[in-house]
């Protein structure tokens, strides 16, 4: 069965640096989700998008922006990049949205140095 | 914000032996949801518990959902390797979840 593809996989960047995220929901699933997961932390959602639509909005810094396109992939934009956003970015995605349960990608490991 | 605490933070266990974890909400809850995070790996959804009072059972694994939903559980009987992994709870609100601090399962051979 597919599941959520997310890309890259590993980013390096240095600081004041720009990156974007990019994250393929499984197929009809109209729903996506971004969480952020620091080293030994429990993920924190960031954002999320229904239809296309921006849905609900976490912790996410004002220097961070996403959206979801036709496709219903979505990209998640980070500019001025700090030692802090260093972490494990993972998308989700789900049928529907609010109590249904959520499909994770692999992960994007973001290393700001 | 939602606030669910999850409780022990670890847990090392010899193999074979039971394995508990406690997830608590000061608020009533509408659903409660379980996932497994592998060292390295992603979470995977385990279960989702809905209704007052509510057990479920996968294998060796059992999921209560408390009489108050304020509170749930995931017990695991007869621990093997391959459960280790960071185990969390996390509460469905709007379009996000809010997960609990997880608790991270070390199984000795």
């Known amino acids: 069965a597919a599941g959520v593809i997310q890309s890259p996989r590993h980013l390096i960047k240095e600081k004041r640096e720009t990156a974007t995220l990019k994250c393929y929901p499984i197929p009809r699933h109209d729903t996506v989700y971004w969480y952020q997961q620091g080293p030994g932390q429990d993920p924190q959602f960031l954002i999320s998008?229904?239809?296309?639509?921006?849905?609900d909005k976490g912790s996410i810094p004002d220097r961070f922006s996403a959206q979801q396109f036709s496709d219903y992939h979505s990209e998640l934009n980070m500019s001025s990049l700090e030692l802090g956003d260093s972490a494990l970015y993972f998308c989700?995605?789900?049928?529907?949205?609010?109590?249904?349960?959520?499909?994770f990608g692999p992960g994007t490991r973001l290393t700001v140095t | 914000g939602q606030q669910v605490m999850q409780i022990p933070q670890y847990q090392h266990v010899q193999e074979g032996e039971d394995f508990t974890t406690y997830c608590n909400s000061s608020t009533t809850l509408s659903n409660i949801q379980w996932y497994k995070q592998r060292p390295g790996g992603h979470p995977v959804f385990l279960i989702q518990l809905v209704k007052s009072g509510e057990v479920k059972k996968q294998k060796r694994l059992t999921f209560q959902f408390g009489e108050a939903k304020k509170n749930s559980s995931l017990h695991i009987t007869a621990t093997q390797t391959t459960d280790v992994g960071t185990y969390f709870c996390?509460?469905?609100?709007?379009?996000?979840?809010?997960f609990g601090t997880g608790t991270r399962l070390t199984v000795i051979p």
């Open positions: 989700a995605s789900s049928l529907g949205g609010q109590g249904d349960e959520q499909y």
């Open positions: 998008f229904y239809e296309k639509m921006q849905s």
């Open positions: 996390a509460v469905s609100r709007a379009n996000n979840l809010f």
